[in-house]
């Protein structure tokens, strides 16, 4: 397929961000070599999880890393994510799940009848939550929820 003459005209960004599309999904992985490089760019390494999303270097993460049967690429351990972790990056859908969370410990806070030790870590956890929906709709910058 042809490019028209308008579009061989117009400017094309430059930098490392710009990637020309690609006309089909199997152009983007023509052979095994390049599928498993593909798979083991970091970059391209992204895991939802529960009130946040896992953006992959595996040099920096926190968690325990777990490889995949073929050994092309290692995947974060979601269920031991580290709240200190450098790969956290929270989306706006990763916020609306900790604002169900914060209503879910509410009642337990208020509970005036809770064990002091209790009250302190359902407390401390509603707190660490309140914090980082604050830096998500004040900063947008990823923060280490402490």
Not at 11 to 18: I, K, N, Q, V, W
Not at 88 to 97: G, K, S, Y
Not at 114 to 138: G, K, M, N, S, W
């Amino acid at each position: 397929m042809k490019a028209s003459r308008s579009a061989a005209r117009q400017p094309r960004p430059t930098g490392t961000a710009f990637r020309p599309p690609l006309a089909s999904p199997a152009e983007s992985c023509d052979t095994k070599r390049h599928a498993n490089t593909t798979l083991s760019n970091p970059d391209l390494q992204i895991f939802p999880g529960k009130g946040m999303t896992c953006v992959l270097d595996p040099k920096r993460a926190a968690c325990r890393l777990r490889s995949e049967e073929d050994g092309t690429r290692r995947t974060p351990d979601l269920d031991d994510c580290r709240p200190n972790c450098v790969n956290i990056a929270r989306t706006d859908r990763d916020i609306e799940h900790v604002l169900v969370q914060i209503e879910q410990l509410r009642p337990l806070v208020d509970d005036p009848l809770a064990p002091a030790f209790r009250h302190a870590r359902e407390q401390h956890e509603f707190d660490r939550l309140e914090r980082i929906v604050t830096a998500h709709e004040h900063t947008g910058e990823l923060h280490d929820g402490h």
